[in-house]
């Protein structure tokens, strides 16, 4: 934008950055941005562009963030991160909360190649001690991992079984009654 508000450029699907971290943008060519947090990527583009037009205004924003929330949660499946950062609480919070089972003692968040040594942590959300500020914000492409309590594999058991138990139940209680009715 230029001092009076006028929008010069500005394409409403984004611009996409390299795998080398740079972005081909109009007027100002190639601009390398590996490194760069938001704010600085603005500034730097912004002085870039003060060559070209005047008092120009550049806002950065990241469009493709995300984070995926697996396991025992509401909704499981992937989060866009909407602001430079999110929490785990609010990730969890996105996913719909813990669903009945969730193991809220035992959360793992995989961060790096999953193929290749990942880095696994494990938080604690039960008690509020031992959470630590650092351990609370995601970064793009975690996985966080709620993981289902033992009573879920018991209550599975018992539903896989629970029609074979109402058939032989059913088959006793008729033969019950009518053993009771001929000998009667």
């Given at each position: ?23 081909f ?40 963030q995300r ?42 968040v ?52 629970t029609?074979i ?17 001929v000998?009667?």
């Amino acid at each position: 934008r230029t001092s009076t508000g006028e929008t010069l450029l500005n394409n409403q699907d984004g611009y996409l950055v390299s795998q080398e971290g740079s972005v081909f943008l109009p007027l100002i060519g190639e601009m390398p941005l590996r490194g760069m947090t938001t704010e600085q990527a603005s500034k730097a583009l912004t002085k870039r562009y003060a060559k070209y037009l005047r008092h120009p205004y550049v806002t950065v924003t990241i469009l493709n963030q995300r984070v995926y929330v697996l396991g025992e949660v509401n909704s499981p499946g992937m989060i866009p991160v909407l602001n430079e950062t999110m929490t785990i609480f609010e990730a969890i919070a996105r996913s719909g909360d813990f669903s009945t089972y969730g193991k809220r003692d035992d959360i793992l968040v995989i961060r790096g190649n999953i193929n290749e040594n990942p880095e696994i942590r494990v938080i604690d959300m039960a008690h509020m001690a031992s959470l630590r500020v650092s351990d609370l914000v995601l970064r793009p492409d975690d996985i966080v991992y709620v993981q289902p309590r033992d009573m879920k594999a018991v209550n599975i058991a018992i539903g896989e079984y629970t029609p074979i138990l109402t058939l032989i139940t059913q088959t006793i209680t008729t033969w019950v009654a009518l053993d009771y009715f001929v000998n009667k």
